[in-house]
């Protein structure tokens, strides 16, 4: 077993949509749409500093203004050249994203690129190890199409970012590598599935731009040793936050749909929204970007107005000390009884007075931002009984969040153990399961039940806390167990670092942003809408029966805006008593 020391979270789906027979059928369709998805460039040529002569192609959005200013993404291409692919990433991005999209041009429009026979050697690896090898000359091309973009009318030259896929995805590396300390060049750098295979010229200098890595756990050009050599870049030369996203069981090329066999498209779309959600905070265009994730320390639990219309109940602690909590916005966003069914978020706690307080507060964030019925359980059997045999909970959707001392057992069940203090008769299914402390150990605890229960495993570290050593012995554990996971890491950050009210110092703010922006898309991309895009839908009525209506237990304290039997909305218990 492996010890860690160190805050990681960690984020278990269950993925159905991609693990059968039809959901092969569902990636080959999603596939065929993406190679169909329509193109909207015009072509521009431009020179780089040696005079070369490059043709590029821009995609505007359809609403930019004649005055306007908005940022801007450089696309290098992958091996293949600037064609169909990147050309369809520009629309897609001006589309979807709201970002003028310039597919640039790493070759020369006068360049013959050989033909690629396949295999090693010969004129076609000999002309791509000519960019990979040579990382002035890539950063050349790819400062000549920055510059380019930059002089644009529409474009606001100080948030310009450059992504690159497969041999652009090295490119970006490059870049900010040799120019990582020149002021007015790229504000952010994404790379996604770089080679990054066999040594590459370190930093000559400080890296100031914002960079984000993404790769495939099956890629040997980006496997653990490469990333480890990464890691080690950044972590001695970047002045600002960075951050690597890992998908397991992913080939090189996950994003690229006219590679028929390496195409993912759920690896697709979870790299994508990492990719929009990160440049969304650096440019400051979004609402991940300008929502404040730690305004929830400022829930003050005793205050008569303090929930804004969210009802909750503290119960314990009894006699072994357990104290749970729980919370429902329903009656506010329109599930005022037990036929209408919520999904459904448990949190297990670290047992510190501000671990304690931290759940609490989270519990009332998702419930005001989602709209959940939210457990927060150390195990108090009177609160589980308390709760026993109601409504509400829509058994499909249920999450498990797991914190400090909690997250070890809720990474065990994640792995195919039970849960203390929530196991029962049933077996459980979590739709996603969430832990925001490094567990002290990891190792699979029922050989059984993890060859038949496989979460989606999402793991995002602290750099600080966790060594790469560490990680990549945890991701080797994991690859033993056939686990599906995602790695993420996060730069300057180290134990407790989603911990808001944290006295130690090691709350960080950018890390747990983007770690709870990921968790959030879990929660989207598993139950849907949330109660701001569509309220929860309610059947018709259907009372509960009064024998299940059990009373509430001394020392329940109880804090609403309705009754005490709003807060019965709760039905984590039904779930975790069953």
């Known amino acids: 077993m492996m010890k860690f020391t160190s805050c990681v979270t960690v984020t278990a789906a ?3 949509a991609l693990s059968s027979k039809a959901s092969a059928n ?19 040529n431009y020179l780089d500093s040696e005079g070369v002569l490059l043709q590029g192609f821009l995609s505007t959005p359809n609403t930019t203004t004649a005055d306007q200013k908005v940022p801007a993404v450089v696309i290098m291409n992958d091996s293949s050249g600037t064609d169909a692919y990147e050309k369809q990433r520009a629309t897609m991005i001006a589309n979807e994203l709201g970002y003028i999209a310039f597919a640039a041009d790493t070759f020369g429009v006068e360049t013959e690129i050989p033909v690629d026979t396949g295999g090693w050697g010969g004129p076609y690896a000999d002309f791509i190890s000519t960019f990979i090898r040579n990382a002035t000359l890539f950063t050349q091309r790819i400062a000549a199409a920055v510059d380019h973009v930059q002089s644009l009318p529409n474009v606001d030259e100080t948030k310009v970012a450059i992504l690159g896929y497969c041999l652009g995805g090295t490119g970006v590396v490059h870049y900010i590598n040799v120019a990582g300390e020149k002021e007015g060049g790229a504000a952010a750098a994404v790379s996604i599935h770089p080679s990054l295979l066999g040594a590459w010229d370190k930093p000559l200098g400080k890296i100031n731009i914002p960079s984000i890595f993404l790769t495939g756990g099956n890629d040997f050009l980006t496997g653990p040793q490469a990333m480890a050599s990464l890691e080690g870049d950044m972590t001695s030369a970047s002045t600002v936050e960075w951050e ?14 006219f590679a028929e066999t390496a195409y993912n498209a759920r690896a697709d779309e979870r790299s994508w929204n990492s990719m929009r959600t990160f440049l ?12 404040s994730w730690e305004s929830a320390s400022q829930i003050d639990l005793e205050s008569e107005d303090c929930c804004d219309g969210v009802a909750f109940v503290d119960h314990g602690p009894d006699e072994e000390g357990r104290r749970d909590f729980v919370v429902h916005a329903g009656a506010k966003y329109g599930c005022p009884d037990p036929s209408c069914k919520v999904p459904t978020v448990i ?9 304690r307080l931290f759940a609490k507060q989270r519990a009332m964030q998702i419930a005001q931002r989602y709209g959940y019925a939210t457990w927060v359980s150390e195990g108090n059997v009177a609160a589980r009984q308390y709760f026993d045999g109601v409504g509400y909970i829509d058994s499909e959707k249920v999450a498990l969040e797991g914190y400090g001392s909690g997250a070890q057992d809720a990474l065990d069940f994640a792995m195919g153990g039970n849960i203390g203090g929530i ?4 077996e459980y299914s979590f739709k996603v399961i969430s832990i925001f402390e490094v567990p002290e150990y990891i190792t699979a605890v029922n050989d059984v039940l993890a060859l038949t229960y496989k979460p989606q495993i999402l793991i ?12 990549i012995a945890l991701e080797s554990t994991l690859m033993g167990m056939d686990a599906n996971y995602e790695i993420n890491r996060y730069s300057d950050a180290s134990a407790n670092f989603t911990d808001w009210n944290d006295l130690d110092g090691s709350y960080n703010a950018i890390a747990a942003g983007r770690s709870f922006e990921t968790v959030e898309s879990i929660y989207r991309e598993m139950f849907g809408e949330f109660y701001w895009e569509s309220p929860p839908q309610t059947e018709s009525p259907t009372p509960v029966p009064p024998s299940t209506q059990t009373p509430a237990p001394s020392g329940a304290s109880l804090s609403t805006v309705t009754t005490a039997s709003s807060c019965v909305l709760l039905a984590v218990a039904y779930f975790l008593s069953m």
């Open 14 to 16: 269950i993925i159905t």
């Open 26 to 44: 569902d990636n080959a369709a999603i596939r065929q749409a993406k190679m169909n998805y329509p193109i909207n460039v015009i072509a521009q």
């Open 244 to 257: 690597t996203n890992r998908y397991a069981k992913i080939d090189h090329a996950f994003t690229n749909w």
């Open 280 to 291: 969304a905070d650096k440019f400051g265009q979004s609402d991940e970007s300008s929502y």
């Open 347 to 355: 949190i297990l706690p670290d047992k510190s007075e501000s671990g």
């Open 423 to 426: 196991d029962g008769d049933q």
């Open 460 to 471: 995002s570290s602290g750099v600080d806390g966790d060594s790469m050593a560490d990680v």
